[in-house]
């Protein structure tokens, strides 16, 4: 093809090229957004009128520092713990290391619990979604029970310490100088041991859970 034949394809090249691009904005972008944009979406606020009951055992555990960062134990406190919990899950990048999601294969269910769906994730906590890549431990959705607060303030503390030969790092600025829980250890539990609670009772149905295994000699 001489050169002056491939130039006459030249504003057909652009044309159709804009055309895709339009195309891919409408069928990516503006399409879901026409599609998803009446989703009832939660905000905080409205996630922390439902208080679950390890909220109210933190603040009988730990009088002294519940009262002192958090007050009473009701749905504002409630709210400011799920906002400052997530912001540390975040900050810490406790998302690279840990899923927040139960895929439909190889039996994660029987590990983790139910499957995750959709609606889960249509709420503030999930902006951005913190769905993770990895798993270098267990994926947490489900997490809700699963432990007892005192259990995740040991475990920050000195995770092997709970679980023999852990690889995750220890938190030790989550806690005050005394070595009591501090803001963050009591705001992470509380995100922690909401992730699933909206499911009722599933950290008790979960019989093959592998327990933690004390490290071979
Ligand atoms: C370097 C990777 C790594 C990072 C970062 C990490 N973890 Fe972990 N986590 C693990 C591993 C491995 C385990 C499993 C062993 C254990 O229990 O300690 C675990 C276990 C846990 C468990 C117990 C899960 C269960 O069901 O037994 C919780 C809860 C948890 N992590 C929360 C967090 C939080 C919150 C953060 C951030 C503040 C975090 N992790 C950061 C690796 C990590």
Known sequence: ?????????????????????????????????????????????????????????????????????????????????????????????????????????????????????PSEYANALQLPPLLGTRRVGPDLIREAGVHSSDWHMAHFKNPPAVTPGSVMPSYGWFFDKDGSPGERALAVTAYIQWLGSWIPNHAYELPTRPAAQPEKQ
């Open 1 to 117: 093809m001489s050169s002056s034949s491939m130039e006459r394809f030249a504003p057909i090249v652009l044309v159709a090229g804009l055309l895709f691009f339009l195309f891919g904005t409408f069928w990516q972008a503006v399409a879901p957004w026409l599609s998803l944009r009446h989703l009832p979406y939660k905000s905080i606020d409205e996630i922390a009128q439902t208080v679950p009951p390890t909220f109210r055992m933190m603040a009988d555990d730990y009088p002294d520092e519940f009262k002192k960062y958090f007050g009473e134990p009701d749905t504002a406190a409630f709210a400011r713990a799920l906002r400052i919990g997530r912001g540390v899950y975040v900050a810490e990048a406790c998302w690279h290391c840990h899923t927040q999601q139960v895929r439909p294969v190889s039996n994660e269910e029987l590990r983790f619990g139910p499957v995750s769906y």
